[in-house]
C-alpha cells in the first residue's frame, strides 16, 4: 500500500522554523497546495499563533494529533530534537504515511529504527536559497520508500528550487557539505570580488551587485547551457586579455585547491556529527 501514494492530501510539518516556514512559504505560493492542506507545529505556542496568522494554515500544539490527520508529515527540527520527536509521533505514523526528514547528519536508518513497521521514510536536504525559490534540495530514500514517495517529495521540494535523487545516502555528508553549506561559500566569493571592485575604485553597493550578478550568471550559464564551466571560462578568456590576467591571479592564490579542500573538509565534518 505504502508503494501506490497518490497526490498528498495533508502535509503536516513538524517544526515552522526556518526552513519549514520557506516550505509552507513556497507551497502556497506556487499553489501547490492549499492553506487547509497543510498543518504546521512549533515548540513555543506564541509562535505557533503567530505561524497560524502568517501562513493562514492550521496550527497544533500535539505533533501525535497532526499526524493522525496527514499523509505526509515533514520533519523540520533541529537533530537533536528528532529522538524525542520520534517518541512523541511513533504511535501515529503507518506504512500508510510518508516522512521526510530534514535535520542534517541524521541518517534514514536512524529514523526508521525509532518507528515499528516498514516506515517510507526520505532523508531531504535543501540549502537556504530555498527561500527565493532557488535552493537545492537532494533526496535520498531510506528502505521502504518507493519511486511514488519519491515523486511526492520531488513535488514539494521543485516549489522551492531545483531537486536531484541520490540513492547512496553515504554520499549525503558530500551533499550537505556542496550545497547545504554552498551558499556560504557563493557569499564569501562575492563579498571578496566586491572587495576587489572597491579596491579599482568601485562604490561598493555597485561592486556587490555586480560581483553577485556575475556570479548569479555565470551559475545560470552552467545550468542553462549544459556546458562544461571550463569550456565557458574559455569562451570568455580573449587570447592576451583582461580576464586571463585575473585568472592568472586566482590560480597563484590557489583557489581551485582552496574550495576542493573546503568541501572536503565540511564533507569529513558532516561524517564526524553523523548518527
Ligand atoms: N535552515 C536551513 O537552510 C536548513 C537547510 C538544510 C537542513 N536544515 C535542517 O532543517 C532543520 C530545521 O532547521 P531550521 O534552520 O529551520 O531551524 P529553526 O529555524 O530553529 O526551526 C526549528 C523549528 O522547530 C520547532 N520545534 C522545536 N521543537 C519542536 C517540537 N518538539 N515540536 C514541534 N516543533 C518544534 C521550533 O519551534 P520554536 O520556533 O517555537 O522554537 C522551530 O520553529 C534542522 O534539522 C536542519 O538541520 C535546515
Known amino acids: ?9 495533508k502535509i503536516a510539518i513538524l517544526g515552522v522554523g526556518k526552513i519549514g516556514g520557506t516550505l509552507v512559504s513556497g507551497l502556497l505560493k506556487n499553489k501547490t497546495f492549499h492553506p487547509n492542506q ?15 496568522k502568517r501562513f493562514g494554515i492550521k496550527t497544533f500544539s500535539n505533533n501525535a494529533e497532526m499526524v493522525r490527520h496527514a499523509d505526509v508529515v515533514i520533519l523540520a527540527i533541529k537533530p537533536q530534537s528528532i529522538r524525542g520527536v520520534l ?23 536512524l529514523v526508521e529504527e525509532q518507528l515499528d513497521g516498514e516506515i517510507p521514510v526520505i532523508r531531504a536536504m535543501p540549502n537556504t536559497a530555498c527561500l527565493i525559490n532557488e535552493g537545492m534540495t537532494v533526496l535520498c530514500p531510506g528502505q521502504y520508500a518507493g519511486k511514488q514517495h519519491l515523486e511526492i517529495a520531488r513535488e514539494i521540494f521543485s516549489s522551492v528550487g531545483r531537486v536531484e535523487i541520490l540513492h547512496q545516502e553515504e554520499l549525503m555528508d558530500a551533499v550537505t557539505a556542496l550545497s547545504g553549506s554552498g551558499p556560504a561559500y557563493a557569499y564569501i566569493i562575492i563579498e571578496s570580488l566586491a572587495e576587489g571592485g572597491v579596491k579599482v575604485g568601485l562604490p561598493r553597493e555597485l561592486a556587490t551587485t555586480l560581483a553577485a550578478q556575475s556570479i548569479l550568471g555565470g551559475a545560470k550559464m552552467v545550468l542553462e547551457t549544459g ?20 585568472i592568472m591571479e586566482l590560480e597563484a592564490g590557489g583557489i581551485r585547491v582552496t574550495l576542493i579542500k573546503a568541501v572536503a573538509k565540511a564533507t569529513e565534518k558532516s561524517k564526524e556529527i553523523s548518527h
Do not use: F, Q, Y
Not at 500500500?1 to 492530501?9: F, T
Not at 509521533?89 to 526528514?101: A, C, F, W
Open 227 to 246: 556546458e562544461h564551466p571550463a569550456k565557458l571560462k574559455d569562451s570568455v578568456t580573449t587570447p592576451a586579455g583582461v580576464t586571463m590576467d585575473g
Open 1 to 9: 500500500m505504502s508503494g501506490s501514494m497518490r497526490h498528498p492530501k
Open 38 to 52: 497543510i498543518i504546521g507545529s512549533t515548540r513555543s505556542t506564541d509562535h505557533n499563533k503567530e505561524v497560524g
Open 87 to 109: 517518541e512523541e509521533i511513533k504511535d501515529e505514523v503507518t506504512p500508510h504515511h510518508l516522512l521526510i526528514t530534514l535535520a542534517a547528519a541524521t541518517s534514514t536508518g
